[in-house]
């Protein structure tokens, strides 16, 4: 079955873009994706991502939606909650795809109420005929997982990159933050961590306060 997988990543990281990608299978490409291992990335090292999204990135047609952490700062007050925010990502992802592919069916890993993907997809060009499939651990079709390891290795090299911008090995996840933001803090001041962390977290309360 020909379809459009999406998936996310750098939600649950403190420091780091967010990154949404879609990823258009077809049957002739299962195959192949199944010779390469694609699989959950969450399931993947790094170094085992790295070397299937390169191949992903050549055989496959997909878009990538990337936010900042800086956008992702002034971004979502407007939002309101990282869900919406999810849905516009997931929306655009899919519209921009769909510009360069011919596709009626679209799977998503649900992250939400339904209803919050599709009152995104409201306001694109995306035809209200596409089916989109919100499924829980979606990364069981190969498309989805495609799409997930794409979304994490983009998220890994542009951690990599903020990293090599700001001085210091930038952690993933949200529990072994905190010392790299204080250190960030204490260099540069508290407005530079907004360049390079997603301050709603609760991480960013216990570093200010404990700098105040």
Request: hydrophobic letters at 40%.
């Amino acid at each position: 079955m020909n379809r459009i997988g999406v998936d996310e990543s750098g939600k649950g990281d403190y420091f780091g873009y967010l990154v949404v990608a879609a990823c258009y299978v077809d049957n002739s490409l299962e195959p192949k994706l199944k010779q390469l291992g694609v699989r959950d990335s969450k399931n993947l090292s790094d170094l085992q991502i790295k070397n299937i999204a390169s191949e992903l990135r050549r055989i496959c047609k997909y878009e990538i939606v990337k936010i900042s952490p800086e956008k992702y700062n002034k971004i979502y007050p407007n939002f309101k909650s990282l869900n919406t925010m999810l849905a516009w990502g997931h929306a655009k992802s899919i519209e921009k795809l769909l510009e360069k592919v011919k596709c009626d069916h679209v799977i998503v890993d649900k992250f939400a109420d339904e209803k919050v993907l599709k009152e995104a997809l409201s306001i694109t060009k995306v035809p209200k005929s596409i089916k989109i499939d919100q499924r829980i651990n979606a990364e069981k079709d190969l498309a989805v997982a495609a799409a997930s390891i794409i979304a994490r290795h983009e998220f890994l090299l542009t951690l990599r990159s903020l990293g090599r911008q700001v001085g210091f090995v930038l952690p993933k996840g949200s529990t072994h933050v905190q010392e790299v933001a204080k250190e960030i803090v204490n260099k540069y001041g508290e407005d530079m961590l907004q360049n390079f962390a997603k301050m709603h977290f609760k991480t960013t309360k216990k570093i200010i306060g404990k700098k105040k």
